[in-house]
Nanobody
Framework: QVQLVESGGGLVQAGGSLRLSCAAS????????MGWYRQAAGKQRVLVAE???????TYADSVKGRFIISRDNGKNTVTLQMNSLKPEDTALYYC?????????????WGQGTQVTVSS
């Protein structure tokens, strides 16, 4: 099992910045992709950004150029630097990770951290 613990959410004015961090513990060996998803009230959970163990990144179009994802494989941490925040970025942000166990993909989720952007 892998445990993911997020930190860094909060309230910020539009145009401001926040930094989210996530630390993985437990059976972290073999984690391939770590990332962040978000879920706004009444909406589905969607991908924000993810990064592979090799450093390949993927971003949602809505955050490209504003958010930066980074990862420390040695410390099993992933960070999301969020700049130029907009009210529409308000959501519950979840850290995610997945790894392959033989041919089975195991997904893991954190508890979520709230990000609120005021206009």
């Amino acid at each position: 099992q892998v445990q993911l613990v997020e930190s860094g959410g909060g309230l910020v004015q539009a145009g401001g910045s926040l930094r989210l961090s996530c630390a993985a513990s437990g059976s972290t060996s073999g984690i391939f992709v770590m990332g962040w998803y978000r879920q706004a009230a009444g909406k589905q959970r969607v991908l924000v950004a993810e990064i592979s163990s090799g450093g390949t990144t993927t971003y949602a179009d809505s955050v490209k150029g504003r958010f930066i994802i980074s990862r420390d494989n040695g410390k099993n941490t992933v960070t999301l630097q969020m700049n130029s925040l907009k009210p529409e970025d308000t959501a519950l942000y979840y850290c995610s990770a997945w790894k392959l166990v033989f041919t089975r993909r195991d997904d893991y989720w954190g508890q979520g951290t709230q990000v609120t952007v005021s206009s």
